[in-house]
């Protein structure tokens, strides 16, 4: 199921309707953090609407937790010396 909707997601919503950086953190063999950057409230709230839509509802229909948490985006960091293949785990 979470190779599914991973799946999915990064052919279909990934940078798309504004999005301006997406990444997921596999904590586990069947869980994710997803985390989406959107430049302002306006531009999720049409994400959400126009692209996710009901997207949600399916994955809790299959069985799993879904938990969103909107906020501002501060303190992020990367050191200067990190190469996009270092985040690469495969």
Known sequence: ???SVV???SKHLD?????MMCFRCHLS???ILNIMVFPDQQTKEGFSKNAAGDL??????????????????SHFGIAGDVTLDQLRSD
Do not use: R
């Not at 949600?56 to 985006?73: R, T, Y």
């Open 1 to 3: 199921m979470k190779n």
């Open 7 to 9: 799946d999915y997601m």
């Open 15 to 19: 940078l798309t309707h504004g999005m």
């Open 29 to 31: 063999e069947n869980q």
């Open 56 to 73: 949600s509802s399916q994955i809790k229909a299959m069985g799993a937790k879904v938990e969103f948490l909107h906020g501002p985006l």
